[in-house]
RNA sequence: UGGGGAAUAGUGUAAUGGUAGCACGAUUGACUCUGACUCAAUUAGUCUAGGUUCGAAUCCUUGUUCCCCAGCCA
């Protein structure tokens, strides 16, 4: 797949910078007042146990926009790599590339959790010195009712009196490896009174006798996400840690650790997640998608991941433009999806190469045209940048045009071809439709035509008017293509909204995936390599699959047009 | 029924005591060698009830609704 390669930037839009979120308000006000002393650095920190999706995106493009946008900012790309059980290096990888092919760079800034473990069980030690961390021996049992609910208050742990000679022995030796999963945590001597549950003396360390992708076996105790984070964060010296709404609960938490151990202390700053229409977005529902043979595989193009968006042929601009266009708040939104494919069209109507493709082709026949003359027409690359420039399509006597631009009975409304009609054929020439040619079973198999050679080119001396233009390819130097034509995968805006008993997969959308072989493309596109993209004209945007091998020609098809005609044709069948 | 957040057109988002604006969507129309693009127009909103004020989406009080938290996940 080519690269591409986006300067990082600001995407303002309409020469009007986009407006300033209450996140870009508190960093424009903290540098104002010198907060950090004019730093801006923020920090990504994926857990490497998923592939990215487009809720990510979001937050990528947040955290990273904020420190392009800041003179001397920085963006740490941090693998939250603390619970080795759940986490792989295939996924670390993964990771980047999506981040790379976002348009973002983190330069010399990547970071592992898993580098600050033995830092992390320094600042563990001070707390235990202090009288603020203890070793518990409660059974898993135990602790979730020494815990207590919502409602009610939990107990004290009998360990919590523990000394703290005793404390740090007992520390030691989770560390060495004396004891079994499970046996022993070390938990913060918080307050087990709280009405916040995360400030119920939390678990700091457990013990889990497993390899971590990058530490190997060197440790059997991993710091919990609350205990970890703050520090990660702090030991980088990030100014503004932005996360989602859900850990809203685990600031005052964050601010504890910081604050008793004394040492840099970051703003954390929440905002909601995305949620889109006609999509899922967590990690357990795309896995169950893949798992479950719902969906072929990750980057299947119609996962919300990052690497199925690129694979449907999303341009990594219109992401950036669509997550900077939805806004950043504090409450659950869901983001109407034709917002998202606004964006795309937008972005690849101004980049795409226009070419001819028929996706249902009908045979056609051009009666008056000579029998083995083939003719070069000029075609414009893309109108919307001369620079782009033209190319040569074969026409000759026998063509395929759009099964659905033909109509032996038309209704109101309909311009494109039918018997005795005159229509366009872009870029060559007019043509008239005289004979319809049928099987035994009725179906339409062929048309005859006559041309008018003085309208070569596509435009008539005498001023004449046609009501449409058809796309078509010449059969004898077409490509032959299969192609991929994808719908939402859910028929429900809210895929969750189901009747009692049945759950999100009974939303799914039988005709998300429609296959199409024997398409017919112009011969141009027999160099196209796998990502490129291009708008097959009047029909949408289309993506070369990896799949495709050899001479063996695959597209997606990303997007549709925008179809005024399909909506009439609604509108008259209703 | 504990605590923490949050409510502005169908959707998303501005307006931080002074004309409720923008975008998407939808609907019309103009243009057109893509029924695309572009352009123009229409559509429709401050959760409720009180209060402060010359003036409230914004400040105060009340009610309602929604989201998050009882992993040794993140």
Not at 23 to 32: E, G, H, L, S, T
Not at 112 to 129: G, T
Not at 235 to 257: A, K, M, Q
Request: glycine share 6%; charged share 30%.
């Amino acid at each position: 797949m080519k690269s591409e390669n986006n300067k990082q930037e600001s995407d303002s839009e309409n020469g009007k910078g986009p407006s300033v979120d209450f996140i870009r308000a508190m960093v424009a006000d903290d540098i104002k007042t010198d907060r950090w002393g004019g730093k801006v650095i923020t920090r990504f920190p994926p857990e490497p146990n998923g592939y990215l999706h487009i809720g990510h995106g979001k937050a990528i493009c947040l955290s990273f926009g904020i420190a392009a946008e800041n003179r001397g900012g920085r963006c740490h790309l941090r693998y939250d790599d603390t619970n080795p059980v759940k986490e792989e290096e295939r996924y670390a990888d993964s990771i980047q590339e999506d981040i790379r092919w976002l348009g973002w760079d983190w330069g010399e800034s990547l970071f592992y959790a898993s580098d600050y473990f033995e830092k992390m069980y320094e600042y563990a030690v001070i707390l235990v010195k202090k009288g603020l961390a203890y070793v518990c021996d409660l059974t898993f049992e135990e602790f979730s009712e020494y815990r207590g609910t919502l409602t009610t208050p939990g107990k004290e742990s009998p360990s919590r009196t523990r000394s703290v000679e005793e404390n740090l022995d007992l520390f030691r030796r989770m560390r060495e490896g004396e004891f079994e999963d499970g046996s022993h945590v070390l938990r913060a001597k918080i307050d087990m009174k709280s009405p916040n549950l995360n400030m119920r003396d939390p678990v700091m360390y457990r013990i889990i006798h497993a390899d971590h992708f990058r530490t190997g076996s060197k440790w059997c105790i991993y710091p919990t996400y609350d205990w970890a984070h703050g520090l990660e964060d702090s030991i980088e010296g990030v100014t503004h840690s932005i996360c989602t709404l859900e850990f809203e609960n685990h600031r005052p938490l964050y601010d504890w650790y910081l604050d008793k151990l004394a040492i840099h202390h970051p703003q954390q700053i929440e905002f909601a997640r995305l949620e889109l229409t006609y999509t899922v977005m967590s990690k357990r529902k795309l896995l169950q998608l893949v798992e479950d043979g719902h969906v072929n595989g990750w980057d299947d193009p119609r996962m919300s991941t990052i690497c199925g968006m690129r694979r449907r042929g999303y341009s990594p601009g219109s992401i950036r433009t669509f997550c900077r266009r939805i806004g950043v708040n504090k409450f659950n939104s869901t983001i109407d999806i034709a917002l998202l494919e606004h964006c795309l069209r937008e972005d690849l109507n101004k980049s795409s190469r226009r070419v001819m493709a028929v996706l249902r082709p009908l045979k056609v026949v051009i009666d008056n045209f000579p029998e083995s003359e083939v003719e070069w027409m000029d075609a414009v690359n893309n109108p919307g940048d001369p620079d782009a420039g033209t190319r040569k399509v074969p026409f000759s006597k026998v063509l395929y045009i759009e099964q659905d631009d033909f109509m032996e009975d038309p209704p109101r409304k309909f311009f494109r071809l039918s018997p005795g009609r005159e229509v366009r054929l872009r870029y060559a020439y007019f043509i008239t439709c005289t004979e319809v040619v049928k099987d035994e079973h009725g179906q339409i198999v062929e048309l005859h035509c006559t041309y008018d050679p003085a309208t070569h080119g596509g435009n008539a001396p005498d001023g004449r008017k046609v009501k449409s233009t058809l796309h078509w390819v010449s059969a004898d130097q077409a490509k032959s293509a299969e192609i991929r034509l994808y719908e939402h995968l859910f028929t429900q805006e809210r895929p969750e909204d189901v009747a009692d008993g049945s759950d999100y997969t009974s939303n799914l959308n039988p005709n998300s995936l429609k296959v199409l072989t024997g398409c017919m493309v112009e011969p141009s596109l027999g160099k196209a390599e796998p990502g490129d993209r291009f708008q097959f004209e009047r029909l949408g945007y289309f993506c070369v699959d990896p799949d495709g091998k050899d001479e063996k020609l695959v597209f997606n098809r990303t997007v549709t047009l925008r179809d005024t005609w399909a909506k009439v044709q609604k509108s008259q069948t209703r």
